[in-house]
């Protein structure tokens, strides 16, 4: 059969020979990723190495491939996926996947003996993808000018790629059948939990009336394993010729091929599938697609150092590759979930903006290069890289010496094996464990299902699962290890499945703080739920967990680890520190010679006499001052006074007076730990019962310099003389101002309101009845004489006959006396 594509290869072979780059745009269901290798493989010399984005889609189009040419895959047409291959010297068209051409052209340059690299499914921007096209790019115009490249893809924005790559575009026909797009949206429903289970009820019930309505079978696009079994245990009691089935990465290949094998004749089939089945993958006799119009995807956040699944809508590219599938042998239907017109992002964001950039650095440093130096069409974050890298330095992966990075040998080691980074060092390093970090890295790496956070029970699963057995024993052969996988030594050797994660995640190691929740070697809060068999473990190696929400993630797959095998493994990182504290019970400064790996506290003892570590003594109570707040500190009144009358002068003269208030001083203890003006002060202070003894007025008055002091009691005085001769105490501390309370027959004669800063800042006068209480409160002196004096006197003079009130204050004696007392003289 004709595809669609086949007009546009001629165009395609005449450019790639005399370009040697070519952008082959061709939407779903044209055939370019069966048919363009076979057509190439007829006009090149040489391997023609094709990319797929997924093992599923690698193996199926191999499969395809060889079928058109009625052979079996491993003959012409071969695969190449993680830990799995089907080659042999005569291959000639090879589908890969996963970094496997990364690390071919890492330890071949030069790419012997391959005539073209082709990049199917581009818009997908796969990590793998961007590197692998970043690398050949390097090659072609450093090595191999007659190396041919070729990008194709369904959805990509044709313009912005063929203008990076400087490369011509070629365009092939639609799809064969067109695809009825309806759209049935979700009735309305509120809170997460319950919008999540009317959706899967709407896309169960849609399954349903599709299939009373239509012939042929469906795929439905759910966003990931849990959704997929959630709708399978609703869609129970199908007519009976109806199958179903699911379709997700981590299911075997055998079960993978049943589901998109074509249903057996007179039957039907319902596929639950992730967005594994999006693109360069035929599901025979599917005719209909239920889009749920979500997706699954991993984001890693730098500031975490993991990776969190986070689900969201699908982007139109996606949106238009799922409906594709409908439309692959005959007129399709599409049912969207959602409502039309909805706004979807046009594309989705290249993986490399969201990965963990520690393989992919590996890589690159294999390659000799750093991000910045390689021709990618999207540069990393800064932040994704330095994690990156400090990930790798953690794994001894990088060579300590020099300003640049560069591979230790241990690291080049670690690019030798097709593992993450992490799970390559455990392997190397496990030792007579070998076989046991074998089987841990296939189940880690195949996210095998089960009940509990505990990885040890998952072991038993290399006996029943022939796809789990076949992944660990190639880690084990490729580590170094002889013979067949010793089954009955990796269950007696369970318990050191902690000691072998430990030395992936190192910085996961955790200990318990209470039922079910521990504290990471990081620093970061971990937990499991308490009703889990690991809830009660005193330390935890954790080899999957999420980023969590306020700084607590969530433990999906850990072991009990030994601290005797922590101290064991993990030498290097042990450190003994000298830690002082405050303790909230006694109010004392604490110190204790602690054993740390990273921020786990192994063991503690007590320090006393000699051995107390005075200097962060001191640091450690200017820290509780801080919390306590100026409060604690031993002022008195006089104190308070002086901290008013300066500040009082630092609004008069900004700028030439400190900031004593209580915020100033906080602020300066905090920007100068140790250096402070209050930290000379508190030499052999280690509890709260002798701040008593903190000699607060000296500290405070070694702020200011002579000259400032002299001209504080110069200007802002403590006491002030007023016309009767006594010298009256200034009450600095009032927010509205310096007050003088001051007997009213004590002004007698004082025509002004007093003031100090040398006239800047009048007193507020409080006139005091012969008693001491309040009669006025004024800063017009001469107006109050004028006015409410007359008032104030004739209310006063029955209530204190003995005291003077004077028609005229202004002419009479000032006086503290009695008339008695005056007359007497």
């Known amino acids: 059969m004709n595809m669609p594509v086949e007009s546009a290869l001629p165009t395609l072979l005449e450019e790639l020979n005399q370009k040697k780059r070519a952008l082959l745009i061709a939407p779903p269901g044209s055939g370019k990723t069966t048919r363009v290798p076979l057509f190439l493989m007829e006009h090149m010399e040489g391997t023609i190495l094709m990319l797929e984005p997924r093992r599923l889609a690698a193996r199926s189009s191999?499969?395809?491939?060889?079928?058109?040419?009625?052979?079996?895959?491993?003959?012409?047409?071969g695969y190449r996926v993680r830990l799995e291959s089907r080659v042999s010297r005569d291959t000639r068209v090879e589908v890969i996947t996963e970094g496997i051409l990364t690390r071919r052209l890492t330890a071949d340059p030069e790419l012997s003996g391959v005539s073209c690299v082709i990049f199917d499914e581009f818009h997908e921007r796969s990590l793998q993808a961007d590197t692998g096209l970043a690398l050949c790019l390097e090659a072609q115009e450093a090595l191999r000018p007659d190396l041919k490249i070729l990008v194709m893809s369904a959805t990509l924005d044709s313009g912005e790629l063929s203008a990076k790559l400087a490369c011509p575009v070629v365009r092939a026909e639609g799809r064969l059948w067109p695809v009825d797009i309806r759209y049935l949206p979700c009735p309305a429903s509120s809170g997460p939990v319950a919008v999540r289970e009317a959706l899967l009820a709407h896309t169960a019930s849609t399954v349903r009336r599709a299939l009373a309505e239509e012939c042929g079978s469906i795929l439905v696009f759910l966003p990931g394993q849990g959704e997929i079994r959630r709708v399978a245990e609703m869609l129970t009691a199908l007519p009976p010729d109806v199958s179903l089935l699911p379709l997700y990465g981590d299911l075997s290949a055998a079960k993978q091929d049943r589901a998109i094998a074509p249903a057996a004749p007179g039957r039907r089939k319902v596929v639950l599938a992730t967005s594994i089945a999006e693109t360069s993958l035929t599901i025979e006799g599917v005719r209909m697609v239920v889009d749920s119009g979500l997706a699954r995807t991993a984001r890693f956040s730098p500031a975490t150092g993991m990776s969190a699944l986070v689900t969201s809508r699908v982007t139109q590219d996606a949106a238009d590759q799922r409906a594709g599938r409908a439309g692959r042998v005959e007129p399709g239907i599409c049912l969207r979930l959602w409502h039309e017109g909805e706004s979807l992002l046009p594309m989705r964001r290249p993986e490399i903006l969201d990965a963990d950039l520690a393989p992919f650095l590996l890589d690159l440093l294999a390659w000799g290069a750093m991000p910045q130096e390689l021709p990618l069409l999207t540069m990393p974050s800064d932040a994704s890289v330095s994690q990156a890298l400090q990930t790798l330095k953690l794994l001894g992966a990088l060579d300590e010496h020099g300003e640049r990075p560069r591979l230790s040998a241990h690291g080049r080691e670690l690019v030798r094996l097709p593992l993450h980074p992490r799970l390559a060092h455990m392997a190397l390093l496990a030792g007579e464990s070998l076989s046991l970090a074998a089987a841990l890295a296939a189940l880690v790496e195949e996210r095998s299902p089960g009940m509990g956070c505990d990885i040890r029970p998952r072991l038993a699963e290399l006996r029943r699962s022939t796809r789990l057995r076949r992944a660990a024993e190639q880690i084990f052969s490729l580590a170094g290890g002889r013979g067949p996988l010793p089954l009955d030594e990796i269950l007696a050797d369970e318990e050191s499945s902690g000691a072998m994660l430990s030395l992936a995640w190192p910085e996961r190691m955790a200990?318990?703080?209470?039922?079910?929740?521990?504290?990471?070697?990081?620093?970061?809060?971990?937990?499991?739920?308490?009703?889990?068999?690991?809830?009660?473990?005193?330390?935890?190696?954790?080899?999957?967990?999420?980023?969590?929400?306020?700084?607590?993630?969530?433990?999906?797959?850990?072991?009990?680890?030994?601290?005797?095998?922590?101290?064991?493994?993990?030498?290097?990182?042990?450190?003994?520190?000298?830690?002082?504290?405050?303790?909230?019970?006694?109010?004392?400064?604490?110190?204790?010679?602690?054993?740390?790996?990273?921020?786990?506290?192994?063991?503690?003892?007590?320090?006393?006499?000699?051995?107390?570590?005075?200097?962060?003594?001191?640091?450690?109570?200017?820290?509780?001052?801080?919390?306590?707040?100026?409060?604690?500190?031993?002022?008195?009144?006089?104190?308070?006074?002086?901290?008013?009358?300066?500040?009082?002068?630092?609004?008069?003269?900004?700028?030439?007076?400190?900031?004593?208030?209580?915020?100033?001083?906080?602020?300066?203890?905090?920007?100068?730990?140790?250096?402070?003006?209050?930290?000379?002060?508190?030499?052999?202070?280690?509890?709260?019962?002798?701040?008593?003894?903190?000699?607060?007025?000296?500290?405070?008055?070694?702020?200011?310099?002579?000259?400032?002091?002299?001209?504080?009691?110069?200007?802002?005085?403590?006491?002030?003389?007023?016309?009767?001769?006594?010298?009256?105490?200034?009450?600095?501390?009032?927010?509205?101002?310096?007050?003088?309370?001051?007997?009213?027959?004590?002004?007698?004669?004082?025509?002004?309101?007093?003031?100090?800063?040398?006239?800047?800042?009048?007193?507020?006068?409080?006139?005091?009845?012969?008693?001491?209480?309040?009669?006025?409160?004024?800063?017009?002196?001469?107006?109050?004489?004028?006015?409410?004096?007359?008032?104030?006197?004739?209310?006063?003079?029955?209530?204190?006959?003995?005291?003077?009130?004077?028609?005229?204050?202004?002419?009479?004696?000032?006086?503290?006396?009695?008339?008695k007392a005056l007359e007497r003289g």
């Open 511 to 819: 200990m318990r703080r209470e039922r079910g929740k521990f504290r990471l070697a990081s620093g970061r809060g971990a937990e499991l739920p308490p009703e889990d068999a690991l809830a009660d473990a005193p330390f935890l190696a954790v080899a999957s967990m999420d980023g969590g929400a306020q700084g607590t993630g969530r433990i999906y797959l850990a072991a009990p680890l030994e601290s005797e095998a922590m101290e064991r493994l993990h030498r290097n990182l042990l450190k003994e520190e000298d830690a002082v504290w405050w303790d909230e019970k006694t109010e004392a400064a604490l110190a204790a010679r602690r054993t740390l790996l990273g921020s786990l506290v192994l063991r503690e003892a007590p320090l006393r006499g000699k051995d107390f570590p005075s200097d962060k003594v001191q640091d450690c109570v200017e820290k509780a001052i801080l919390r306590l707040g100026m409060a604690c500190l031993p002022w008195t009144e006089e104190l308070r006074q002086w901290q008013a009358r300066v500040m009082l002068m630092r609004r008069m003269e900004a700028g030439a007076w400190p900031d004593v208030s209580d915020p100033g001083l906080l602020a300066d203890m905090e920007l100068h730990p140790g250096e402070s003006w209050l930290s000379p002060w508190l030499s052999g202070v280690t509890r709260r019962a002798q701040f008593s003894s903190i000699a607060l007025d000296k500290a405070l008055r070694s702020l200011l310099p002579h000259s400032l002091a002299r001209k504080l009691e110069h200007e802002v005085p403590t006491h002030i003389e007023v016309p009767s001769g006594s010298l009256i105490r200034i009450d600095y501390l009032p927010e509205a101002g310096p007050v003088l309370a001051v007997k009213l027959q004590e002004m007698f004669g004082q025509k002004e309101s007093p003031s100090v800063c040398e006239g800047r800042c009048p007193l507020t006068v409080h006139l005091l009845s012969p008693a001491g209480r309040p009669l006025q409160v004024t800063r017009d002196l001469a107006g109050f004489w004028r006015g409410a004096y007359a008032a104030v006197r004739a209310e006063m003079r029955g209530r204190y006959p003995k005291h003077p009130w004077p028609e005229d204050p202004l002419s009479a004696q000032p006086t503290r006396k009695t008339k």
């Open 62 to 77: 191999a499969r395809y491939m060889a079928a058109r040419l009625g052979e079996s895959t491993g003959g012409r047409i």
